[in-house]
């Protein structure tokens, strides 16, 4: 019977060396290694002379040259094994065809007009005329993205146009469940509520504007405009000024000039809204309080009390208001308001993992 030799790749077969491929020597220095660890050599009975074979310990191997090239099958499991998406991204997308590539865009394009189309009748487009003006398409791609919508639920087709459909309803009620904001700060807002009998809101901020999450309408029979899901810019508004606390003047400047520009369309009589130096004087003031107000600068006879809400890292994240109308909110009504508004603000604070600094003074229930 023929010894073994650990230089062959076969012991059993003839010696030879085996032929160079497409992955060069390097990729078979790499399976002699890893044959000899699970096929150790065999030994001789060195007793019997019988010539049984048995098979030895595993013995030390020398250690592999290092790889000049890495074969193209090994390379692609190291690109697995790494946590860097972007190589493996790149991996993919080498192997993509042109075709696969410009399925991907139409179906990204199509998406995307998908959106604006839900964004155009939010804002107001009805017909298809005014929804093809707004996305820049033909009347029958319209009228095809359309119809995939209303037959989805995401629209819903009326007399005259189109309007939002159910499954945005869904999908909205599902997002606010999921935002632990609201759930940690709704017994608050409820205890606003109940105890000044107006209007609660609470906001994020989006870019330029707040976002209203929750509102809770006030017991007094009056109506506003503020709805969940509607935006306003922040500098003219008592919640997104609250938001704005934490930065500069220049900051402010900005916000101030963006929200003029916002509501330049809007008829205010009489119209309250300050000059650009009087808002950063209020700014600074307010900065110096902890808290904002609303002093008729975005909708005519309505004034809001408002804080911020913090997170973990201090932050501001969120802001809290308490809004009427001018015969329920005057000024000295407004100011022992403050304390109120700010009481909740910072228990919703500390419900994030928020903590005043050393010597903030805590305001007892």
Not at 30 to 40: D, G, K, M
Not at 125 to 145: E, K, N, P, V, Y
Not at 286 to 294: K, R, S, V
Not at 314 to 328: C, D, E, K, L, R
Request: aromatic share 4%; hydrophobic share 40%; proline share 7%.
């Amino acid at each position: 019977m023929r010894s073994y030799n650990p230089k062959h790749i076969d012991s059993f077969g003839p010696t030879h060396r085996a032929a160079p491929d497409a992955y060069g020597d390097t990729f078979h220095e790499v399976r002699r290694a890893l044959y000899s660890v699970h096929r150790p050599p065999p030994r001789r009975d060195a007793g019997r002379g019988s010539g049984i074979v048995r098979t030895a310990s595993p013995v030390p191997l020398k250690k592999p040259a290092p790889m000049t090239k890495m074969p193209d099958t090994l390379a692609l499991d190291a690109r697995r094994a790494t946590p860097d998406d972007a190589s493996l991204t790149d991996s993919i997308g080498a192997t993509s065809t042109p075709l696969d590539l410009a399925a991907q865009q139409a179906g990204t394009q199509t998406l995307l007009r998908g959106l604006a189309i839900l964004e155009a009748i939010a804002n107001g487009a009805r017909d298809m005329r005014a929804i093809g003006a707004a996305l820049g398409t033909t009347r029958s791609t319209t009228h095809r993205l359309v119809s995939s919508l209303v037959q989805a639920r995401y629209l819903r087709q009326v007399q005259g146009g189109y309007l939002l459909g159910p499954k945005l309803i869904e999908l909205g009620t599902i997002a606010l469940e999921q935002m632990p904001l609201t759930a940690v700060a709704r017994p608050h807002l409820e205890a606003l509520a109940e105890a000044t009998l107006d209007t609660i809101h609470l906001g994020v901020r989006d870019g330029d504007d707040v976002l209203y999450i929750d509102k809770i309408p006030g017991t007094r029979g009056l109506e506003m405009r503020s709805r969940v899901g509607h935006r306003m810019p922040l500098a003219s508004t008592g919640i997104g000024k609250a938001m704005m606390l934490d930065t500069d003047p220049d900051t402010w400047r900005s916000l101030f000039e963006a929200a003029r520009r916002a509501l330049a369309g809007v008829n205010f009589k009489p119209d309250n809204r300050p000059e650009t130096s009087a808002f950063l004087q209020r700014m600074a003031h307010y900065a110096a309080g902890g808290y904002t107000f609303d002093l008729e600068e975005n909708e005519a006879s309505i004034r809001c009390v408002a804080a911020p809400i913090r997170d973990a890292s201090g932050a501001i994240v969120a802001a809290v208001s308490v809004a009427s109308t001018i015969p329920y909110m005057p000024h000295d009504r407004m100011d022992e308001l403050i304390p109120l508004v700010q009481r909740e603000a910072r228990a919703i604070s500390a419900e994030l993992g928020w903590s005043p600094p050393q010597g903030t003074r805590r305001i007892k229930r």
